[in-house]
């Protein structure tokens, strides 16, 4: 059996997304229609940039920062 495939995001795609999440103007659903994503990661991305700011999607640690 094959391994199922699990795509890669850049970190530039994820925030890109959470961002408009986050701001409101389109619902969840628009924007899994947009941007061909499930929900679920969706509220995932924006939950973590709410939290944790940019420095999530940045690819550096806190020590790069």
């Known amino acids: 059996m094959s391994k199922p495939f ?3 995001y850049s970190n530039e795609f994820k925030h890109k ?3 408009a999440a986050i ?3 389109k619902t969840v659903s628009e ?3 947009e941007f ?3 929900a679920n990661q969706i509220y995932l991305w924006k939950k973590q ?3 944790e700011g940019l420095k999530i999607f940045s ?3 806190e020590v790069d920062i």
Do not use: H, N, P, Y
Request: avoid cysteine.
């Open 36 to 38: 061909r994503i499930g």
């Open 49 to 51: 940039l709410e939290k």
């Open 6 to 8: 699990t795509r890669k």
């Open 23 to 25: 701001k409101g103007d």
């Open 17 to 19: 997304v959470a961002l």
């Open 59 to 61: 690819g550096k640690t």
């Open 31 to 33: 924007l899994v229609q």
